[in-house]
């Protein structure tokens, strides 16, 4: 069965250093997205994205994060300049359309210090 | 039901008994409700969606109930298993962005 895959697993890095989290939707997938998890919290959306931009974003998803999908596969979250409050794990999902079933990846636990 | 800050409502059961796992949505122009499961250090794993326009949906063991004037949003599960311990999270949405719920712990007692 078909998956999200998303690299790496567990990410540590400095306070304002840039990051990438990376992530492979489905393959006949259209639509991407990013949420993220603080420790024991609940899942909360960052950003879509369809057809090579942005479709909606929170007010989470502030000047410090992009998104990208450099090639036909990978789909990528940058986050410039990291701070403590970035701790979190982010789950990329994916979405043949719309609406409806949004399947996620296994998440990237970042962890800035 | 919701939580507060790090405790998570938790459920539970004993193996074989049924569990019902409840949750207040907030948005009454969302269309579209699915229930994820959450194991520890693991991705939302899809367990059942339901429309607005139903208002229960049966899967393998599982019964999604929509309750659209109060909205609530239900989840049962029958014969509940030591494999069902996890987190469960509703999220509904209207197109894009899904808007989780903050999560059910079920603990299946052997």
């Known amino acids: 069965e078909p998956e999200v895959t998303q690299t790496p697993s567990h990410q540590v890095t400095q306070m304002g250093q840039e990051v990438i989290l990376r992530c492979v939707p489905i393959s006949n997938h259209l639509y991407f997205y990013w949420y993220r998890q603080i420790l024991g919290q609940k899942v909360e959306f960052l950003v879509s994205?369809?057809?090579?931009?942005?479709?909606?974003k929170s007010e989470i998803f502030d000047d410090q994060f992009s998104v990208e999908r450099p090639d036909g596969s990978n789909f990528t979250l940058k986050i410039r300049s990291t701070k403590l409050e970035d701790s979190a794990m982010y789950f990329c999902?994916?979405?043949?359309?719309?609406?409806?079933?949004?399947?996620f990846g296994p998440g990237t636990r970042l962890t800035v210090t | 039901g919701e939580s507060v800050g790090l405790h998570l409502p938790t459920l539970s059961v004993q193996e074989g008994d049924n569990s019902i796992i409840n949750c207040a949505y907030s948005n009454s122009a969302s269309d579209y409700f699915i229930w994820y499961k959450q194991e520890s250090g693991k991705g939302p794993q899809f367990i059942i969606d339901i429309r607005s326009n139903m208002d229960k949906r049966q899967g393998q063991r599982v019964t999604v109930l929509l309750n659209k004037t109060v909205k609530h949003l239900s989840l049962q599960i029958a014969a509940t298993q030591p494999g069902d311990s996890a987190v469960y999270f509703c999220a509904e949405g209207r197109g894009t962005p899904l808007v989780f719920g903050k999560g059910t712990r079920l603990s299946v007692i052997a």
């Open positions: 999902a994916s979405s043949p359309g719309p609406g409806g079933q949004q399947y």
């Open positions: 994205f369809y057809n090579n931009e942005i479709s909606e």
